[in-house]
């Protein structure tokens, strides 16, 4: 079994080398599918909402891979590959300040207005409402996984390394967006 395992690994290695793009675009699809599950079954769905888990792989593969696939390429063009303190912190700054906030947003949107297909007066309400939670959140937890991921994580694996710990991540913002609690299983 083991063997099978590790030649699957390095098939995944050769994919992320000749086609990076996609393989990223991929993983964070599959990485928010498992997410979305785990989600679903934490707050007491009893049936698998086929559609939403359709659509959040849709987000992962559309935009949480790509997005961020060019957003550390951009961040290693900018800072020039660097890895010094000096450089990460500003890496890890400039990312908390633009795209932090932008992706937190982004997904409240898009889990409202075509997850849930919620009113635009209701999806602007309950972002007035829980997005500065949501990003407080995300400021006390994600500065450090950055500072992990610009000092010690390859290049070719930071998209990697944040979706997977975006699969818990994930989880949060799926229980902070939906509109509607669950009853209690009894």
């Not at 049936?47 to 961020?68: C, D, E, I, S």
């Not at 207005?113 to 407080?136: A, C, H, N």
């Not at 991921?149 to 694996?157: E, G, S, T």
């Amino acid at each position: 079994m083991g063997s099978i395992a590790k030649k699957g690994f390095q098939q995944y290695l050769i994919q992320l080398q000749r086609h990076p793009l996609r393989t990223k675009a991929l993983t964070a699809g599959v990485l928010s599918a498992i997410s979305d599950i785990a989600s679903q079954k934490l707050t007491g769905i009893q049936k698998l909402q086929l559609r939403r888990l359709a659509l959040k792989v849709l987000f992962g593969v559309a935009y949480l891979g790509p997005f961020g696939h060019f957003l550390h390429l951009i961040l290693d063009k900018i800072f020039k590959g660097k890895k010094d303190n000096k450089t990460v912190a500003k890496k890890v700054v400039m990312e908390q300040l633009t795209s932090s906030p932008w992706n937190n947003l982004f997904f409240m949107l898009y889990y409202g207005l075509v997850v849930e297909g919620r009113p635009w007066m209701q999806v602007k309400s309950k972002i007035r409402k829980d997005f500065p939670t949501v990003q407080y959140t995300a400021w006390t937890f994600w500065p450090v996984l950055g500072w992990i991921n610009h000092q010690y994580v390859p290049l070719q694996f930071r998209v990697i390394f944040q979706s997977l710990v975006g699969f818990c991540w994930g989880i949060f913002l799926n229980l902070q967006a939906r509109s509607v609690k669950l009853p209690k299983a009894k």
